[in-house]
Structure formats: structure tokens, C-alpha cells
């Protein structure tokens, strides 16, 4: 089973600031077989990014997805109050495993 | 509209069987590979079960393998969990998620429905 570690637990920002996410895999995931979701209190998980990096429909162009192999990121330029939330990396290449979860709150 | 609506949840004893239920609407249920992924209270994301769209290809999460059973109805755009010998590790909210034609990504989320496993 590929086990998904994302870092860092909490990221603590304020609006406007620019924030960067990691989700690391312990083996290579084929394919960039990588997706990342939004889940806010209460509500079910939104999908943000499939494929790694490609942007979901309807997601602004603030997020976006990059990386390969073991390492992936997903980066918001420019937090927006509506972007504070957990996110939640998934792959897909080998089963379907999630990221424990990085929470994005406000500083 | 296109939605998905579970339920079946509720607070039920440990050992004891439970059946969820969801309701898809507002596109082509049976073009779709559907799943169940759960939350923990306080807790991430867990994949629970998966079903093609033909019945055809199942798949089970190793902590609810043997006791849990997924199937679907595309005659009534239902997807179904059938969870016996309940643990209280299977409390949780639990998802009913729609999978993308192309891959193994989901694209619609239901907002769940609560399972509690509790004397």
C-alpha cells in the first residue's frame, strides 16, 4: 500500500500570503496518478487537482498542482479567506490512499 | 440536479449490521464507478470500498475486508454498503463518492451519512 505523508500538520498564514503543501509518497506514484481536495468544516471534500496538476472545473487559477514520483505539491499564490481549510492529497496509481491532511488556518 | 444522497447511518451496537444507502441523480449512474470513503470524527479521509459499473470489479479496504459488502442497483441509481460484525473503529461519517470515467480521482462528493458503533 503506498502511504501518503503530507507536511506540514498546520499551516498558519494570512490572506494574500502564498501557501505551499506537500504530500510524499513512499513509493512512486505511476503516472502522477495524484489528485488533492478541499474539505471545510461540515462539508464533503471538493476536488482541486487531478493528474497532479491539472486544475479541476470550476477551480481558480490560484491553485495549482506540481510535482512527480514520491514528491507533489499543491501551492495557493495568493490565499483567499474562503481558502482556509483542510486539504487532502489522494493517489490513485496503485488502490486509493489518502494523505492524512494538512489544515490551512488563519494566522 | 446532480447530487448524491446517502443514509442508512445511525448508532448501532458492535457486532451488530448496518446498511447504507445512496441515491444518485442528475447524471448517468451507470456510467460511473462508485465508492464509499469514511471519516473518522476529528480524523482524514479513509477509502472504504469501490464497485465498477457493471458490478463487475470490487474492491475492499483490508481493515473492513469480509465484512463489509458494496453493491449497486443502476435500475435505481442506488449504491449500497452492507456493514456487519461492526467495530467501534467503523465509526464514521461515511461518503458515498463518484468516480471519474478516466481515473481514480472522485469528482462528486455526497455529505455523507453517520455510522456510530457504540453499547
Known amino acids: 500500500e503506498i502511504v501518503l505523508t503530507q507536511s506540514p500538520g498546520t499551516l498558519s498564514l494570512s490572506p494574500g500570503e502564498r501557501a505551499t503543501l506537500s504530500c510524499r509518497a513512499s513509493?512512486?506514484?505511476?503516472?502522477?496518478?495524484l489528485a488533492w481536495y478541499q474539505q471545510k468544516p461540515g462539508q464533503a471534500p471538493r476536488l482541486l487537482i487531478y493528474?497532479?496538476?491539472s486544475r479541476a472545473t470550476g477551480i481558480p487559477d490560484r491553485f495549482s498542482g506540481s510535482g512527480s514520483g514520491t514528491d507533489f505539491t499543491l501551492t495557493i499564490s495568493r490565499l483567499e479567506p474562503e481558502d482556509f481549510a483542510v486539504y487532502y492529497c489522494?493517489?490513485?496509481?496503485?488502490?486509493?490512499?489518502f494523505g492524512q491532511g494538512t489544515k490551512v488556518e488563519i494566522k | 440536479e446532480v447530487q448524491l444522497v446517502e443514509s442508512g447511518g445511525g448508532l448501532v451496537q458492535p457486532g451488530r449490521s448496518l446498511r447504507l444507502s445512496c441515491a444518485a441523480s442528475g447524471f448517468t449512474f451507470d456510467d460511473y464507478a462508485m465508492h464509499w470513503v469514511r471519516q473518522a470524527p476529528g480524523k482524514g479521509l479513509e477509502w472504504v470500498s469501490g464497485?465498477?459499473?457493471?458490478?463487475?470489479?470490487?474492491g475492499y479496504a483490508d481493515s473492513v475486508k469480509g465484512r463489509f459488502t458494496i453493491s449497486r442497483d443502476n435500475a435505481k441509481n442506488s449504491l449500497y454498503l452492507q456493514m456487519n460484525s461492526l467495530r467501534a473503529e467503523d465509526t464514521a461519517l461515511y461518503y458515498c463518492?463518484?468516480?471519474?470515467?478516466?481515473?481514480?480521482?472522485?469528482?462528486?462528493w455526497g455529505r455523507g451519512t453517520l455510522v456510530t458503533v457504540s453499547s
Open positions: 489522494q493517489q490513485y496509481g496503485s488502490s486509493l490512499t
Open positions: 463518492a463518484k468516480r471519474v470515467a478516466t481515473g481514480g480521482y472522485f469528482d462528486l
Open positions: 464497485i465498477s459499473w457493471n458490478s463487475g470489479s470490487i
Open positions: 513509493q512512486s506514484v505511476s503516472s502522477s496518478y
Open positions: 493528474g497532479a496538476s
